[in-house]
């Protein structure tokens, strides 16, 4: 990809004039919330060093202290170039940083951020000065149910499947200056049926430059051949085009679209440049994939073929920094390996993962579902938390060709009662309609698992050990369960009261999640296997019976790795595989009739 640059923390939107600050931070507790009162924003205290982007409860901060501190604070200097600032804003980005994130810069407020999964950017132009300029940031974090946490514990002991709490920063901070005439935006969607790429730009100018004079340029190249190039005049800060994608096949006499699958995961370059008066103001680096996914009946078709679904549920977690991914290198690993374990596709669960991992999906082709993190207690304040930072999410990683479905809730998470409670039945709707609206490309599916009111696809979790028993189940009693009048796993129905199935596609997306751990102990769905025959007796023994299934289109295997106290990982938390992966490889793309 000719964008790419390493470590770049937006790689669908680059810009070469950049500067991570990711490093050693000045530090500091604050558990009597006295910071703000005492301004240390203008004389910080100091104290401790840490590394960021890596949380003071993980090995990597160079802190290692997991108990909950609600307030931390930071400190760094930063290097402005003043005289830039007449062409240029000076931009400062937070890929994460969990919850409610405060920014002074040389003791004068920046602005504020809440929600913990989403990118926080603040334009800082008019703070800065030539040379030193002192960054001071405040983060507060709580265990209240009603923010969206994901794993995150809000007990002062992990437990179960919920782990260490992550708080403040925990993924890369950064600089960019971008020139005050500029795209702030571009979204991508591919037009398979006009074969073409429908294009929205957003710009920001100062009130001068709406002279007429603006033009977006559009240059379209796959592998360094030319494809397209396209001019748009802007006349408002929203404009509209289509890219023709179409060339010339190799040999051929015939003009083709390169699509985008797992097995040729095809991507185009495309370089954006403002130009006025025929000077280029900004040029932005960008990719794209032409791809449809849709549904077709009881099919989830991938331009226009069947695809059957092989995934890992991916909670993105490593030994030493938790939540934050140690490297760019670690990225790449997992996706690697979960390719060669035969999987096309992870569920990231409960987790908006960096930028960088969702590039590396839509490199080397690796489908993936996109789930918000969970709040536990319905309120006015979750919903409206909720609503904002999903919509954050949307608009920040619309453009990934990997992600093919939205996934919003969860196993009934913060909405405990949707089953017969009216309200929550309706946030949820309001989510999904709410997410065709911003996206009408990708399928939506309303609470994962079970408990479905609006859904494109029907979504079961099962932990069921024995295969044969799986296979009964949804063979023998298989009206029962899609139409609710059973509950499919012993305890939950697949639809909420009021709601019936409609045909929709059906995916087991959670099963197995078998304990296996060489000490014997630790947590995991259903009895601890012993032995690694053991385990691959019963791992072929479920994923055989699902796949055996003729309406199912597909299967989410729990889980990539373990993680902290639990050990139903196929890799351990060093990323050691604990089964050869070639012999997960042939049971999962093995033929059944």
Not at 435 to 463: A, F
């Amino acid at each position: 990809m000719k964008c790419y640059i390493k470590d770049y923390p937006r790689p669908q939107f680059v810009r070469a004039d950049w500067e991570n600050l990711n490093g050693t931070w000045d530090f500091c507790f604050d558990d009597y919330n006295r910071g703000e009162k005492e301004r240390w924003q203008e004389k910080f205290p100091g104290g401790l060093r840490i590394q960021v982007p890596f949380t003071y409860e993980t090995k990597l901060s160079g802190i290692k202290e997991e108990a909950p501190h609600s307030n931390v604070w930071y400190r760094r200097s930063i290097q402005v170039d003043a005289g830039r600032l007449e062409q240029d804003n000076y931009i400062l980005h937070f890929e994460g940083s969990d919850f409610l994130t405060k920014v002074w810069v040389n003791g004068r407020y920046a602005g504020s951020h809440r929600g913990g999964y989403a990118r926080l950017s603040f334009d800082i132009t008019n703070l800065v000065w030539d040379g030193e300029n002192e960054i001071v940031v405040k983060a507060e974090d709580s265990m209240d149910v009603q923010q969206p946490r994901g794993k995150q514990r809000w007990l002062p002991e992990s437990y179960g499947c919920f782990y260490v709490q992550t708080t403040g920063i925990w993924k890369t901070v950064w600089s960019e200056y971008v020139p005050k005439t500029h795209l702030s935006r571009v979204k991508m969607t591919p037009n398979m049926e006009d074969r073409c790429l429908e294009v929205e730009y957003e710009v920001e100018a100062p009130a001068y430059a709406w002279d007429g004079s603006l033009t977006v340029e559009a240059v379209v190249t796959f592998q360094g051949n030319p494809v397209c190039r396209n001019l748009t005049a802007v006349n408002s800060g929203l404009v509209r085009t289509k890219l023709d994608v179409m060339t010339e096949a190799l040999g051929d006499v015939d003009w083709v679209v390169r699509t985008w699958t797992p097995e040729h995961p095809n991507l185009y370059d495309v370089e954006f440049r403002l130009i006025k008066d025929g000077e280029t103001h900004d040029a932005v680096g960008s990719y794209f994939a032409m791809r449809e996914i849709r549904i077709d009946g009881r099919h989830i078709l991938l331009n226009s073929y069947p695809l059957y679904q092989r995934l890992m549920l991916d909670q993105g977690y490593w030994k030493d920094s938790h939540l934050t991914p140690p490297s760019e290198e670690a990225l790449i690993e997992d996706i690697d390996k979960i390719r060669a374990m035969g999987y096309n596709g992870v569920r990231k669960h409960q987790k908006v993962e960096d930028e960088r991992f969702l590039y590396w999906c839509d490199v080397k082709g690796l489908l993936l579902w996109s789930e918000m993190a969970a709040a536990y207690r319905y309120s006015d304040n979750a919903v409206a938390e909720f609503t904002a930072e999903w919509v954050e999410i949307l608009r920040q990683n619309y453009n990934h060709p990997c992600i093919i479905v939205w996934t919003p809730f969860n196993e009934s998470w913060g909405i405990s009662r949707v089953k017969t409670n009216r309200k929550e039945q309706q946030f949820t709707e309001a989510i999904y309609h709410l997410t065709k609206s911003m996206d009408g490309t990708r399928p939506v599916v309303s609470n994962d698992g079970w408990e479905h009111t609006l859904t494109d696809i029907l979504t079961l979790h099962d932990y069921e050990e024995a295969g044969s028993v799986l296979k009964a189940r949804y063979t023998d009693h298989k009206d029962e369960l899609l139409t609710a009048a059973i509950c499919h796993n012993g305890f939950k129905t697949a639809l909420a009261d009021g709601y019936g199935y409609c045909g929709q596609p059906v995916i087991i997306s959670e099963y197995g999640g078998i304990a296996f751990d060489n000490n014997g102990d630790g947590w995991g769905y259903g009895n601890l296997v012993k032995s690694k025959e053991d385990f691959i007796r019963r791992f072929d023994d479920v994923t055989t019976a699902i796949k055996e299934l003729p309406y199912v289109c597909g299967y989410c295997y729990t889980q990539v790795t373990d993680v902290q106290q639990e050990v139903n990982g196929l890799m351990d938390e060093e990323r050691n595989f604990k089964v050869e992966p070639e012999i997960i490889r042939e049971i999962n793309e093995r033929k059944v009739l």
